[in-house]
């Protein structure tokens, strides 16, 4: 399994970035995908994710701002970021899981970190002016 985010970089306060997460090794289209991100010195954060049915989730700080979506043709998920602010500055991770997770159930789990086994390697976001 490898999971490669890219489309991190600098950007001012209201602007967008759209993060990719190119995905290989396994069938992509029957696996959920989560997006992370931490701070240095701070915990995790999930921001959103997206279950092989579609179905998406999204933390309160970034709901309405962000979008998930996933193209399955092309084994990448993407997050759509938009009116970013100073406080979206991190280390962006995309993650997914072991085993495909039911129908039903991510909905309850889809922030929970046990949820997934497979991290990509991280990309830069920082909101600054």
């Known amino acids: 399994v490898q999971l490669v985010e890219s489309g991190g970089g600098l950007v001012q306060p209201g602007g967008s970035l759209r993060l990719s997460c190119a995905a290989s090794g396994f069938t992509f289209s029957s696996y959920a995908m989560g997006w992370a991100r931490q701070v240095p010195g701070k915990g995790l954060e999930w921001v959103s994710g997206i279950h092989s049915d579609g179905m998406t989730y999204y933390a309160d700080s970034v709901k309405g701002r962000f979008t998930i979506s996933r193209d399955n043709a092309k084994n990448t998920v993407y997050l759509q970021m938009n009116s970013l602010k100073p406080e979206d500055t991190a280390v962006y991770y995309c993650?997914?899981?072991?085993?495909?997770?039911?129908?039903?159930?991510?909905?309850?789990?889809?922030?929970?970190?046990?949820?997934?086994?497979?991290w990509g390697q991280g990309t830069q976001v920082t909101v600054s002016s």
């Open positions: 993650a997914t899981a072991r085993r495909p997770i039911p129908d039903g159930t991510y909905g309850s789990r889809w922030s929970d970190t046990g949820t997934y086994d497979y």
